[in-house]
C-alpha cells in the first residue's frame, strides 16, 4: 500500500482518489477551494461522448478558428496578448491539426470514450449515486447543407471505427424527439452518447470517496514541493506539508503551474467555456444535443436545461465576457425558436476553464524528471467524459498494473525534446 497525495478537486482528482482508495492505496485529496467551491467539473454540458473522436486539433481548425475569433459572439476566440507560451502552444496546435494526427488519436479516444461510459454505468448502480444518468444518445443538428455534408462524413467515419451514427432528416429527428420544436435541416444521432447532472455526479462521488476513506482537505493550497533528488517528499502548502510516496496533478488549466517548479513544462492552454441554464424550460428535449454551426451543447438536466459552450483562449481568466454569453443566448432560438434571446434574461452566466493541450489529448502518466510525479490533465471539453477511465489508469500504473487502455499517446513528456 502506499500514500498517494492528489492534488486538485475536480472529477479527474475525485476519480483517482476513488479508484486509487478501491486499489487499497491511503489516500489524501488536497483541494484549494472549499466544499461549496466552483470548477470547470460542476456547469460543463454534462455530456459523456464516445463520439467525440476527432481531437480538437484537427483539419480546418486553424482556417476555422481564424474566421471566428474576428467576431465577439462567435464559439472561438483568442484575447490578444504577449504570451511566449501562448505562441508555443499555437505553433504545436497548428503542426497537430492533420489527418495523420486524427487518424493515430481517434480509435484511442473512442476506447478512453467507451471503458469511461461503462464506468459511469457502475457508478449510477451504486447505493446513493443518482445523477440523472441518461443513456439516449446525442443529436448533432446541422442548419445548412454544407454542414449536415461535413456531419455525415463525421458518420461514415466514426462507422469504420465502430461508432453507431446515423444521418437523419429533420423529420426523423422530430420523431425521435417531439417534445421539442426545432428549425433545422438534418442530424447526426449518435446513439452510444450518454449525459447526466454534473454537479450531483460531483456532490455524491465526493460523499462516497469520504466514506472510502480518502482524506479530503479543503481549502488546502499547495505552493511549492519538498524534493528529494528526483523525487518529490512532500507538498508544500498554506496550511503546511503533506508527505506521501506518490503524486498526482490533476489541477485542471492551473496544472502547469503546480509542476513547473520541478523542471517539468506542460503545454497548456486554459479554453475558457460558458453554461446558461433554464431551470423551468417552455420545452424539455429528453435527448442532448450539439448545435454544430453554433458549436453550442445542449442537455436537460433533471427538468433543467443547460447550454453550454463557447472556446475562449485568454488565460487564468475567470472573468464573464458578456460577448461570449450573448452569442449562446442568441444562438440558442435558431435551432430551438422556443429559446429566444429573451430566455436567458436575468440567467446567471456560468463559466470554466477546460485545459487544452496542443494536440486536443489529454496528459495522463508519469513525468519522468520527477520519479514520483504523476499528470491528469489537458482533456479539453472531455474531462467530465473521461473523468472515471483517466482514475481508472492513474490508479493502475500506481499500482504497478498494466493499464487497461495503452496511453502511449497521453504521455505527459510527450513535447519534451
Known amino acids: 500500500m502506499k500514500k498517494i497525495v492528489i492534488v486538485g478537486g475536480g472529477i479527474i482528482g ?8 478501491q486499489a487499497g492505496h491511503e489516500v489524501v485529496l488536497l483541494e484549494r477551494g472549499s466544499p461549496q467551491r466552483d470548477c470547470c467539473s460542476l456547469g460543463n454540458a454534462g455530456l459523456i461522448v464516445p463520439s467525440h473522436i476527432v481531437p480538437l486539433a484537427a483539419p480546418g481548425m486553424v ?42 488519436a481517434a480509435p484511442l479516444l473512442r476506447d478512453l470514450n467507451f471503458a469511461s461510459k461503462r464506468l459511469f454505468e457502475e457508478f449510477a448502480v451504486l447505493p446513493g449515486m443518482d445523477f440523472g444518468f441518461v443513456k ?18 463525421l458518420a461514415e467515419f466514426s462507422r469504420g471505427l465502430g461508432m453507431p451514427a446515423e444521418v437523419l432528416s ?14 433545422i435541416l438534418g442530424a447526426v444521432f449518435f446513439p452510444e452518447d450518454a449525459h447526466l447532472s454534473p454537479s450531483r455526479f460531483m456532490a455524491q462521488l465526493t460523499d462516497r470517496v469520504a466514506d472510502a476513506g480518502v482524506e479530503i482537505r479543503w481549502q488546502t493550497e499547495v505552493i511549492d514541493w519538498t524534493r528529494d533528488g528526483d523525487r518529490i517528499h512532500a507538498a508544500r502548502t498554506n496550511s503546511g506539508e503533506v ?34 441554464t433554464v431551470e423551468k424550460p417552455v420545452q424539455l428535449p429528453q435527448l442532448s444535443y450539439i448545435f454544430t454551426e453554433a458549436r453550442l451543447a445542449v442537455t436537460p438536466m433533471l427538468g433543467a436545461l443547460r447550454f453550454g459552450g463557447t472556446m475562449e483562449i485568454a488565460g487564468l481568466d475567470l472573468s464573464v465576457n458578456p460577448a461570449r454569453v450573448r452569442g449562446i443566448a442568441n444562438s440558442a432560438g435558431h435551432y430551438f425558436p422556443a429559446f429566444p434571446p429573451e430566455t436567458f434574461a436575468g440567467i446567471p452566466a456560468w463559466r470554466g476553464l477546460r485545459p487544452c493541450s496542443p494536440d486536443g489529448l489529454p496528459y495522463i502518466g ?16 472531455m474531462g467530465l467524459s473521461l473523468g472515471p477511465i483517466t482514475g481508472q489508469v492513474i490508479a493502475q500504473m500506481l499500482s504497478g498494473d498494466r493499464p487497461t487502455i495503452d496511453v502511449t499517446l497521453l504521455d505527459p513528456d510527450r513535447y519534451e525534446v
Open 14 to 21: 475525485f476519480c483517482t482518489a476513488w479508484y486509487c482508495r
Open 63 to 104: 482556417s476555422m478558428g481564424f474566421k471566428m475569433m474576428w467576431n465577439p459572439e462567435s464559439p472561438f476566440y483568442i484575447k490578444p496578448r504577449i504570451s511566449a507560451e501562448l505562441f508555443d502552444w499555437g505553433i504545436k496546435f497548428v503542426r497537430a491539426c492533420n489527418p495523420e494526427h486524427v487518424k493515430r
Open 136 to 153: 439516449k444518445g446525442c443529436l448533432n443538428l446541422c442548419k445548412t447543407e454544407a454542414r449536415l455534408h461535413e456531419e455525415a462524413e
Open 170 to 183: 429533420a423529420d426523423e429527428v422530430r420523431r425521435l424527439d417531439p417534445g421539442v420544436d426545432m428549425n
Open 243 to 276: 508527505a506521501g510516496d506518490e503524486f498526482v496533478v490533476a489541477g485542471g488549466s492551473w496544472s502547469p503551474r503546480l509542476i513547473r517548479k520541478l523542471g517539468v513544462r506542460l503545454p497548456l492552454q486554459a479554453g475558457k467555456g460558458y453554461s446558461l
Open 366 to 381: 508519469r513525468a519522468k524528471a520527477v520519479q514520483n510525479l504523476w499528470v491528469g490533465t489537458g482533456h479539453a471539453m
